[in-house]
């Protein structure tokens, strides 16, 4: 047990490590102004420059570290986005983009490091772009500070560009104050952990486990909740199929009203 604490805490760290490293990857490839955009399946659904670097250098450094890079010793598995928020990049929308590292343990989530390369842009020249918060559970989590949506006060999270008649009925079943359209899995989550929304919903398939994983343990860490729509732990080990096709309901604070109010009808469409 010692042992695999030990190796767990190395990965967290060289993750950590490389996480900031993938932050200024991102941010040198806007300051080049070549953001090498592709679609991959649609006009939505885009990889940059920025992604495949960051991708091969996560990977890279990860496999000269620990050799087994996905599975570790039998059941540990790291789970990884090299961009979060990749349409939000190619608009300008910086501080919607994260890089996520998630790690897995027998199918749990059990750390995650997310890079946030633009906090802060909007702060001025002299600004210092950059955080990078991290957590393991049981430990908790790092690099931010924790607030909550006003009591009473119900603000919906949930996609900017993958809008859609489930999303739309679902968000509008909570009852919401407020709702607030943003791109990235990462970029919600923190969202929920600062105080500036109660509840992520998103009522489509989509998001993937490498969006969910890292973001999962953060917000878990802290007390709060992600599931599927119908309140389904999510499974990361190997075998998984990637996508989250029940959608994501997330929450730092309760989550039973929330998961109370997701209709029937959404359910029956979305299927595990």
Request: aromatic share 6%.
């Given at each position: 047990?010692?042992?695999?604490?030990?190796?767990l805490?190395?990965l967290?760290?060289s993750?950590?490590?490389i996480?900031?490293?993938?932050?200024a990857?991102v941010?040198?490839v806007i300051?080049?102004?070549?953001?090498?955009?592709v679609?991959?399946?649609?006009a939505t659904?885009?990889?940059?420059k920025?992604?495949r670097?960051?991708?091969m250098?996560i990977c890279?450094?990860?496999?000269?570290?620990?050799?087994k890079?996905?599975i570790?010793?039998?059941?540990?598995?790291?789970?990884?986005?090299?961009?979060?928020?990749t349409?939000?990049?190619?608009?300008?929308?910086?501080?919607?983009?994260?890089?996520l590292?998630?790690?897995?343990y027998?199918?749990k989530?059990?750390?995650?490091?997310i890079?946030?390369?633009?906090?802060?842009?909007?702060?001025g020249?002299?600004?210092?772009l950059?955080?990078?918060?991290?957590?393991?559970?049981?430990?908790?989590a790092f690099?931010f500070q924790?607030k909550?949506v006003?009591?009473?006060k119900h603000?919906?999270?949930?996609?900017r560009?993958h809008?859609?008649?489930?999303?739309?009925?679902?968000v509008?079943?909570?009852?919401p104050?407020?709702?607030?359209?943003?791109?990235?899995?990462?970029?919600k989550?923190?969202q929920l952990?600062?105080g500036?929304?109660?509840?992520?919903v998103?009522a489509s398939p989509?998001c993937?486990k490498?969006?969910?994983?890292?973001?999962?343990?953060?917000?878990?860490?802290?007390?709060?909740?992600l599931?599927?729509?119908?309140?389904n732990?999510?499974?990361?080990?190997?075998?998984?199929?990637?996508?989250?096709?029940a959608?994501?309901?997330?929450t730092?604070r309760?989550?039973d009203?929330?998961?109370s109010?997701?209709?029937?009808s959404?359910?029956n469409?979305?299927?595990?």
């Amino acid at each position: 047990m010692a042992s695999s604490h030990t190796v767990l805490m190395r990965l967290v760290a060289s993750a950590y490590s490389i996480a900031q490293k993938a932050g200024a990857i991102v941010r040198r490839v806007i300051a080049e102004g070549d953001l090498g955009i592709v679609e991959k399946t649609s006009a939505t659904d885009l990889q940059t420059k920025a992604d495949r670097l960051v991708q091969m250098s996560i990977c890279s450094s990860l496999a000269r570290k620990f050799p087994k890079l996905t599975i570790i010793g039998e059941e540990l598995v790291v789970w990884v986005d090299p961009l979060d928020g990749t349409k939000e990049y190619t608009e300008g929308l910086l501080d919607n983009v994260t890089v996520l590292i998630g790690i897995a343990y027998e199918g749990k989530a059990i750390a995650g490091v997310i890079n946030q390369p633009y906090y802060n842009y909007q702060a001025g020249p002299d600004a210092v772009l950059g955080r990078t918060i991290w957590g393991v559970l049981g430990l908790g989590a790092f690099g931010f500070q924790l607030k909550e949506v006003p009591a009473g006060k119900h603000i919906i999270t949930t996609t900017r560009s993958h809008n859609n008649k489930l999303v739309s009925d679902c968000v509008t079943a909570m009852n919401p104050d407020d709702v607030l359209r943003v791109g990235g899995a990462g970029n919600k989550i923190l969202q929920l952990i600062e105080g500036k929304a109660s509840a992520y919903v998103f009522a489509s398939p989509g998001c993937k486990k490498w969006d969910t994983c890292a973001p999962e343990v953060i917000l878990h860490a802290v007390g709060g909740k992600l599931t599927d729509i119908h309140g389904n732990a999510l499974q990361y080990n190997k075998e998984v199929k990637h996508m989250n096709s029940a959608g994501v309901l997330a929450t730092l604070r309760n989550y039973d009203y929330y998961a109370s109010r997701v209709p029937e009808s959404v359910k029956n469409a979305l299927v595990p």
